[in-house]
């Protein structure tokens, strides 16, 4: 048995085994489980509810932002700042979309791969985009909104601190690993 299958082998029987044995803890523990996971989820519908204004907010400004092309004309005018990092224009959807939404992201993402390839160096930047940044507004709305604190203090400078060295390591490294492929 080689390393890869052990690896396989642990990874299809992790999460069923966690599933079985957290509940099973809890009963040895006395914790009347049917009871705690109805009030969890009592209490996950309440702050789905709270958090809905914040989330349709988003989703508007997104919808606004793509109907009059508001993307394009930002990409248009920053495209000759950010090709001074290595940051092509067809990737600056991508870096605008995802501090405001996970989803609309990938569907960037998606087409980039769809248009130039998994492979290619945009589709390899796209990846490491996505992952080296954060749904930022999305992430603030959702755990602020569902506290009730409508003063986010230094949250968003923070956040968009954190994305915007994500998108610049990500222009730097992709053209450190993948520029052979330019």
């Known amino acids: 048995m080689n390393f890869a299958h052990t690896l396989e082998t642990i990874s299809n029987w992790a999460v ?8 099973l803890y809890a009963i040895c523990k006395g914790v009347k ?9 009592k209490e996950g519908f309440s702050i789905g509810v709270t958090i809905m204004p914040y989330l349709v907010a988003i989703l508007v400004a997104i919808g606004l932002m793509r109907d009059v092309r508001l993307l394009d ?9 950010t090709m001074l990092v ?10 605008l979309i995802r501090p405001l939404s996970g989803g609309g992201a990938s569907g960037i993402m998606n087409a980039i791969m769809a248009e130039h390839g998994p492979d290619s160096y945009l589709g390899l930047m796209a ?7 954060e749904t930022t507004f999305y992430v603030l709305a959702v755990y602020f909104g569902a506290v009730n604190i409508r003063a986010t203090r230094h949250a968003v400078l923070a956040g968009l601190t ?15 690993a ?3 492929l330019l």
């Open 33 to 41: 489980v049917y009871e705690v996971f109805v009030d969890g989820a």
């Open 86 to 95: 290595y940051l092509p224009g067809e990737i600056l959807p991508l870096a």
């Open 16 to 23: 069923p085994m966690i599933v079985l044995f957290i509940p």
């Open 127 to 133: 990846s490491v985009m996505m992952g080296s940044t």
């Open 73 to 81: 004309v930002i990409t248009q005018a920053i495209e000759p700042l």
């Open 162 to 176: 954190a994305d915007g060295a994500g998108i610049l390591a990500t222009a730097i490294l992709c053209r450190l």
């Open 178 to 180: 993948f520029g052979d």
